[in-house]
C-alpha cells in the first residue's frame, strides 16, 4: 500500500508522516531529504546551484539510502555517509527549492522514489508524491496550514536543531519556497483532485495523525 501526503513547506507532513508509518508500520520515506541530500552535495562539491549541468551531473551519480530506525527516526545516507543532521541546515534549506525544480533532476529522484515501493508498504511524503510519483496512490492526503502557523513551526524546528535563525529570515525562506515549488514548470505544488484535504493550522501532531488514521480506516 502506498499513502502520500503532500503539502507547502512548514505544513507538517513530515511530522505526521513519520508517526503515520511507525503507527501503521510501514516503511517512511521522506522524499524531500533526497533533494536536501543532492543539495548538500552540490554545495560540498562546489557546484553552483544555478549550475543545472553540473548538479544533473551529479544526480546521475548520487547515491541515497533511506534507513528507517526503530524509533520512527530516518537515517540518510549520501554515498555511505550519514548526512541525516547535515542536510537540516539553513543553507541547504536556502537552496533546495532551486534543485527541486530542475526537470532531470526530479526524473532522476522521482525514479529512485518508486523504487522504495519494491521495499514494501510505504508513507511518502513531499510535493509531488500523489500528483506525479505515484499518482495511483491507494491514500492521498494534502497537509496544509497557514503561512503564519508554518513559519512558527520551522522556526521552532531550526532551534532545536541549534540553530541560530531569526524569525523574519524564515519568513522570507518560506515565501521564497512557496514561490518557487508551486510555480516551477515540472511537478509543482499542488493537491491531486482525489486526496484529502487536512489543514492543520489548530490541530496538534497527535490530532492530525489521529484523524488520517482514522480515514485511513473508517
Same mark, same amino acid.
Do not use: H
Given at each position: 500500500m502506498i499513502i502520500a501526503i503532500d503539502g507547502p513547506a512548514g505544513a507538517g507532513k513530515s511530522t505526521v508522516a513519520k508517526i503515520l508509518a511507525k503507527r501503521l508500520g510501514f516503511l517512511y520515506i521522506d522524499t524531500g531529504a533526497m533533494y536536501r541530500a543532492l543539495t548538500l552535495k552540490a554545495l560540498e562539491n562546489n557546484v553552483p546551484i544555478n549550475d543545472e549541468p553540473g548538479i544533473i551531473q551529479l544526480a546521475l551519480g548520487i547515491k541515497i539510502d533511506l534507513l528507517n530506525n526503530?524509533?520512527?527516526?530516518?537515517?540518510?545516507? *549520501?554515498?555511505?555517509?550519514?548526512?541525516? *543532521?547535515?542536510?537540516?541546515?539553513?543553507?541547504?534549506?536556502?537552496?533546495?527549492?532551486?534543485?527541486?525544480?530542475?526537470?532531470?533532476?526530479?526524473?532522476?529522484?522521482?525514479?529512485?522514489?518508486r523504487e522504495f515501493k519494491e521495499k514494501g508498504d510505504c508513507v511518502l511524503d513531499g510535493r509531488d508524491i500523489g500528483t506525479v510519483v505515484f499518482p495511483h496512490a491507494q491514500k492521498k492526503f494534502f497537509i496544509d496550514a497557514s503561512a503564519e502557523v508554518r513559519i512558527q513551526r520551522r522556526f521552532k524546528e531550526l532551534k532545536g536543531l541549534s540553530q541560530k535563525v531569526a524569525e523574519n529570515e524564515v519568513a522570507k525562506d518560506l515565501a521564497n519556497r512557496d514561490k518557487i515549488d508551486s510555480t516551477r514548470q515540472t511537478s509543482p505544488l499542488r493537491q491531486a483532485p482525489d486526496a484529502i484535504y487536512i489543514d492543520t493550522t489548530n490541530l496538534s501532531i497527535e490530532q492530525v495523525v489521529e484523524k488520517m488514521f482514522k480515514l485511513l480506516n473508517g
Open positions: 526503530p524509533d520512527g527516526s530516518l537515517t540518510v545516507m *549520501l554515498d555511505g555517509e550519514d548526512v541525516s *543532521l547535515a542536510i537540516r541546515k539553513a543553507r541547504i534549506t536556502q537552496f533546495v527549492s532551486d534543485v527541486a525544480k530542475i526537470k532531470e533532476v526530479r526524473q532522476v529522484l522521482v525514479k529512485m522514489q
